[in-house]
């Protein structure tokens, strides 16, 4: 029973380029979670996502981050334009509902150089 | 503004001792209360969930949670070396698994064979 897959685990990119993170909830699962974790500091909320609907996007910043959650396929987190302020752990989970505890991938790793 | 707080560390404990790890929240209304141990350059995982005020023991591992006093610990019997790892306290509002979970930047264990 596989558990939640992120890939990639590191990703480089040049300042101005585009990220592109995936993820695939553990089967069974319909409810994604992104998180982001700065270096030093605790993982913070970004977003919240049913299959091809945005539920809370609250933690997310408002321009150049977009996220969705395809009826087929994984979830992608899409950063635009990064900055050397994106680098960070931007970690995954998944639940089959909202009652239910959250399941961690093991992360991307974004360095922007 | 929701805060959890933990002590940085490093906490330091000999192999066989009891370890200690503490947690203060900020948000009165706060329901669910999580403790997840993140090993370096791994995923957050899930190793204890308490909901109501009091102990729950789960094998080598005891939480506790006093509401009144906005305060949740987490106890490790018999410290192992295998143990060593950042142990993140996190809580949210409402619900067993509700996604805006709010995380402390986490304590670091050291266990000292």
């Known amino acids: 029973n596989a558990g939640v897959m992120q890939n990639p685990r590191h990703l480089v990119r040049r300042r101005g380029q585009e990220a592109r993170l995936r993820c695939s909830p553990m089967?069974?699962?319909?409810?994604v979670y992104w998180y982001r974790q700065l270096p030093e500091e605790g993982l913070k909320f970004m977003v919240y996502l049913q299959k091809e609907n945005i539920i809370d996007e609250s933690g997310m910043p408002k321009e150049r981050f977009s996220a969705e959650f395809p009826k087929e396929g994984p979830s992608i987190l899409r950063i635009q334009q990064v900055v050397r302020g994106d680098s960070a752990a931007y970690f995954c989970?998944?639940?089959?509902?909202?009652?239910?505890?959250?399941?961690f991938g093991n992360g991307t790793r974004l360095t922007v150089t | 503004q929701k805060e959890v707080e933990q002590n940085s560390g490093p906490l330091s404990v000999p192999e066989g001792a009891i370890a200690s790890l503490n947690c203060t929240y900020s948000d009165r209304v706060s329901q669910s209360f999580f403790w997840y141990r993140q090993y370096s350059g791994k995923s957050p995982e899930l190793i204890m969930s308490i909901y109501s005020n009091g102990d729950k023991e789960d094998g080598r591992f005891t939480a506790q949670l006093n509401k009144a006093s906005q305060y949740v610990s987490l106890l490790i019997r018999d410290s192992q070396p295998s143990d060593s790892a950042t142990y993140l306290c996190?809580?949210?509002?409402?619900?067993?698994?509700?996604?805006?979970?709010?995380f402390g930047k986490g304590t670091k264990l050291s266990v000292i064979p």
């Open positions: 989970a998944s639940s089959p509902g909202m009652d239910s505890p959250l399941h």
């Open positions: 996190a809580v949210n509002r409402g619900g067993a698994g509700s996604y805006q979970l709010t």
């Open positions: 089967k069974g699962h319909s409810h």
